[in-house]
């Protein structure tokens, strides 16, 4: 018995740190992988002679697969545990990511960056899972802030210094560099072995599929879907709009604060998550902002536009972690894994098909403003889901 206490007690506190350090790294690779593609994708392009098409493919056919990948995440968390899942996660994620670098044509090109979108997307389910089995139940909210935290500044490293810094060491080559950013993984994959806690199997064998009879899981899928619709799809069509509004020439400096503007989000998340973490009304709050900000980027143009649209990223980061860390928090931890993979298969799926349906109506109607209105439409429409989320503890299964 005091084997087995020993086992699953929570990790003393002098043991926080590198645990800590362990949930930043694999935060980070849950998006460099995505978002070196779109740096490298002019490069990638002209090597394998792609179209617009697939060369966009790049960047969105992972994006899909996280929605996809998050069941069998879900099935591996339920079968050999949270932390085997991960590290398994994160080497199928190396093996898709690495050998995009390696690829000789299109179709291989694909199928590979397909690989590295389910490995992705089975990590998702599986870090908030972790949490409840390294962390005491008084970290859970700051441990949900730091790997959202290194998801976040992962968007940034990736989009931010691959061509400037990174690139120009490996002699322009982006194979190399597809490479570079690929293989450190592995190292964080391993060292996800040395906490002490959580290394047995589950004991029983638990449920996988999503819960549809839980009211969270499509209540914050919906509400992920509110999120990352505005995130990604103003991410796809800034550039579109400006050259609408006659200000192009602004696109490089509009993403740099879009984008950087989550990193400053996850930063204050660090610091306030104990105290914003599980609360409904800051979610309404983060939320209605988001959708002010989306409206702003419409009805205004130049740099009040540009001002809206960091405003709507600086929110809608704070927004994903305090949705996000609703499962470890308030879930029994065999649970977390299945409300986790519920929450973004369904929250991914419309931040993937929202954006599309907006572009179908945008080149319908020749007006790419048309597309932020679709998203502007679905989030006000999800919006009073946010004022019905139970956010207290449910009791052990």
């Keep these: 018995m005091a084997s087995s206490r020993s086992a699953t007690a929570p990790p003393p506190q002098a043991s926080l740190l590198p645990v800590a350090v362990l949930l930043w790294l694999a935060g980070v690779y849950l998006r460099v992988p995505v978002l070196v593609a779109p740096p490298l994708a002019p490069f990638i392009s002209d090597d394998l002679a792609l179209s617009q098409t697939l060369t966009g493919a790049l960047t969105t056919l992972p994006i899909l697969m996280l929605a996809v990948g998050s069941i069998p995440g879900s099935l591996a968390i339920a079968r050999i545990g949270p932390r085997n899942t991960l590290a398994l996660a994160m080497v199928v994620m190396v093996i898709g990511s690495a050998g995009r670098g390696l690829v000789p044509d299109t179709f291989t090109l694909m199928l590979a960056s397909a690989v590295m979108g389910l490995g992705v997307a089975m990590m998702q389910p599986a870090l ?5 089995r390294w962390l005491e139940p008084h970290h859970l909210a700051l441990g949900s802030a730091i790997y959202m935290n290194g998801m976040l500044m992962g968007e940034f490293i990736g989009a931010g210094i691959t061509l400037p810094v990174l690139m120009p060491l490996l002699d322009n080559s982006w194979r190399a560099t597809m490479l570079a950013w690929s293989l450190p993984a592995l190292l964080v994959a391993a060292a996800l072995f040395l906490p002490k806690r959580d290394r047995a199997r589950p004991v029983r064998k638990m449920a996988w599929l999503p819960d549809w009879s839980n009211p969270l899981t499509l209540r914050i899928g919906l509400l992920l ?4 619709s505005m995130f990604f799809g103003l991410n796809a069509y800034m550039s579109n709009l400006l050259e609408q509004q006659g200000h192009f020439e602004k696109l490089s400096q509009a993403l740099f604060w879009y984008n950087i503007a989550q990193v400053f989000a996850s930063l204050v998340m660090l610091k306030m998550a104990r105290y914003w973490v599980g609360r409904r009304s800051l979610i309404i709050i983060m939320a209605t902002i988001s959708i002010i900000g989306t409206i702003g980027t419409v009805l205004f143009t130049g740099w009040w536009s540009i ?28 649970e977390t894994g299945r409300l986790s993979a519920g929450t973004f298969l369904v929250g991914y799926t419309l931040a993937f098909s929202v954006p599309m349906l907006g572009g179908v109506l945008a080149d319908w109607t020749g007006d790419v403003r048309h597309a932020l209105m679709v998203m502007i439409g679905y989030s006000l429409l999800v919006l009073p889901l946010a004022f019905t ?8 299964v």
Excluded: N
């Design 389 to 396: 989320l139970d956010l207290k503890k449910q009791k052990d």
């Design 225 to 228: 879907g509110l999120s990352g």
């Design 128 to 132: 908030p899972a972790l949490l409840s």
């Design 307 to 334: 001002a809206s649209a960091t405003l709507m990223s600086f929110v809608a980061g704070m927004l994903l972690i305090l949705l996000v860390a609703v499962p470890p928090l308030v879930m029994p931890s065999e």
